[in-house]
C-alpha cells in the first residue's frame, strides 16, 4: 500500500465536508502547485507543498465549520482547525513533517515570518502560499458556478487591495505570475481537476505502508468521521475493537483482520458527506434526509475502492447497512453475495451505536442491546452465528466497544 495514493484518495474525503462544495482541497492543491513552480519549487518540497495543500483542512469536520472558513474571511475561530490539523498530522510519523505548514496556513506573513523556532523557510514559504491560495479558492467560492477564467481580473484586483502584511511579498508575485496562465483557471474544473493533479498524486517519494501504518491512517481518519458530531464521538473506533475481536473469536487470518480493522475504521468515512443538521437531528428523519443519510454507505465504497489493492475493505466497509433478507442498502445484498467480515461490522456498528447517546435517544443498556440484536438476528437482518457469539460473550464485548473509549476519554 502506498501512502501517497492513500493520501491522494482520503483527501477526497476532507472534500466530502463542504457537502456541495466538494473540491476545495484538489482546487487549493492545483493551485499551490502552480505557485510553487512559479516559485522554483521542484522535486521533494513540491511534493510536500502538494500533500500540505490537500490537507490543509484536516482538521475541519462539519460542514458548520467549513462553510464559516469559507464565507468569513474573518471568522474568529479561523486558527482553530489549524491546530486541530497539526495535532492530527503530528500524530502520525510518515505525516508529522506537515504539520508545521498545516499548523501555520492561516498565519499572517507579518506573523509568520518571525517565527523561527519550530517552522523552517521552506515551511514558512509554503504556509503563505496555501494561505493565498486558499483565500482565492474562497473568492471563487463566493460566486457559485462562475467560470473561474471570467473571474480572473476580479481575484487580482482583490489581492491587490488586500493588507500587503497577509502574504509573503514573493508569493504573491509568484500567484500572479501562475494566474497569467488560462490553464491556471482551466484545470480548476471538476472534471480536470483530476486530470492535473494525477501526475502530483504519482510524483514524490514512494512509502509503503506497514500493517501498523495503515491501520494508524485508517484511525486518523476514523478520528476525523467521529468528530464530525458530538454524539459519535469514539463511534469507530468502537466499531473497529468488537469488529477485531469478533474476527479472531470467527478464525480469521491475522492479515484479514488488519483489513478487518481498516474497513471498521472507515465504514463510515462517507458521513462526512452529511449534513451537520440531519447527523444531529434530535428526531426522525424525513423521507428526504433518509435518503441522504443513507448515501454515506455508498460514498464510503465510492472513496475506499479508488485506493489498489482496497476492493474487498471497500466492499466490507459499505455492506455495514446491508441485511441478509436483502432489504439493506447500499447494494441490495444478501445472505448469499454478504461477505463474513461486512457482516461482522454490521453487528459491531449496531452493538456499538446502541451503546451510544444519539440526539433522538439515551445510550441503551447491555441487556436491551443484547434484546434488539437477537431481534434483528430473528429478521435475517444480521448474522445470527455472529450474534449468539456477542450474547456469549457479551461483557467482553461490551468492554471492546464501550469502556475502552471511555478510559481513552
Known amino acids: 500500500m502506498d501512502l501517497r495514493e492513500l493520501i ?5 474525503v476532507l472534500d466530502f465536508v463542504g457537502v456541495t462544495d466538494v473540491h476545495h482541497g484538489k482546487r487549493v492543491a492545483h493551485m499551490a502547485v502552480a505557485t510553487g513552480r512559479a516559485l522554483g519549487v521542484t522535486g521533494e518540497r513540491q511534493a510536500t507543498l502538494f500533500e500540505a495543500a490537500l ?3 484536516i482538521g475541519v469536520s462539519t460542514t458548520r465549520e467549513h462553510d464559516r472558513l469559507i464565507a468569513e474571511p474573518g471568522y474568529p475561530d479561523m486558527r482553530r482547525h489549524c491546530r486541530r490539523g497539526e495535532a492530527i498530522l503530528s500524530r502520525f510519523g510518515p505525516l508529522a513533517h506537515l504539520a508545521p505548514i498545516v499548523a ?10 518571525t517565527i523561527n523556532d519550530t517552522v523552517t523557510d521552506d515551511m514558512r514559504q509554503a504556509a503563505s502560499v496555501i494561505h493565498l491560495v486558499d483565500r482565492v479558492d474562497a473568492q471563487l467560492a463566493g460566486h457559485g458556478a462562475a467560470d473561474p477564467l471570467a473571474l480572473r481580473r476580479h481575484v487580482l484586483d482583490r489581492l491587490a487591495q488586500t493588507d500587503a502584511r497577509l502574504f509573503a511579498p514573493d508569493v504573491v508575485a509568484a500567484f500572479r505570475t501562475a494566474a497569467a496562465s488560462d490553464a491556471l483557471w482551466f484545470g480548476l474544473d471538476p472534471d480536470a481537476l483530476p486530470v ?16 501498523a501504518e495503515l491501520i494508524d491512517v485508517a484511525t486518523l481518519f476514523a ?20 469488529s477485531v475481536c469478533l474476527g479472531q473469536w470467527v478464525g480469521l487470518d491475522p492479515e484479514q483482520i488488519t483489513l478487518l480493522e481498516v474497513a471498521a475504521l472507515l465504514h463510515d468515512i462517507g458521513k462526512l458527506r452529511v449534513p451537520d443538521h440531519i447527523l444531529d437531528k434530535p428526531g426522525p428523519l424525513t423521507r ?9 454507505a455508498y460514498y464510503t465504497h465510492h472513496i475506499l475502492a479508488q485506493i489498489t489493492g482496497f476492493e474487498s475493505v471497500a466492499l466490507w466497509a459499505a455492506c455495514h447497512h446491508e441485511a441478509l433478507d436483502g432489504s439493506g442498502y447500499p447494494f441490495r445484498k444478501d ?9 461482522i461490522i454490521a453487528v459491531a456498528d449496531v452493538f456499538q451505536a446502541l451503546a451510544q447517546t444519539r440526539p433522538y435517544r439515551p445510550a441503551l443498556g447491555l441487556p436491551q442491546i443484547m434484546e434488539i440484536l437477537e431481534q434483528m438476528a430473528a429478521r435475517r437482518i444480521l448474522d445470527g452465528d455472529l450474534v449468539a457469539l456477542v450474547a456469549a460473550n457479551r461483557v467482553e464485548c461490551w468492554h471492546r466497544a464501550v469502556e475502552a473509549a471511555a478510559v481513552a476519554a
Open 196 to 211: 492535473a493533479l494525477a501526475p502530483l498524486a504519482r510524483g514524490g517519494q514512494y512509502h509503503t505502508l506497514s500493517a
Open 335 to 343: 445472505a448469499t453475495t454478504l461477505p463474513l467480515e461486512a457482516r
Open 8 to 12: 491522494y484518495v482520503l483527501s477526497g
Open 55 to 57: 490537507l490543509h483542512d
Open 104 to 113: 501555520q496556513h492561516h498565519t499572517p506573513w507579518f506573523q509568520l515570518r
Open 288 to 296: 428526504a434526509e433518509r435518503a441522504v443519510m443513507n448515501r454515506h
Open 223 to 242: 478520528g476525523i468521521v467521529d468528530a464530525k458530531s458530538p454524539f459519535t464521538a469514539e463511534h469507530s473506533a468502537g466499531v473497529a475493537r468488537l
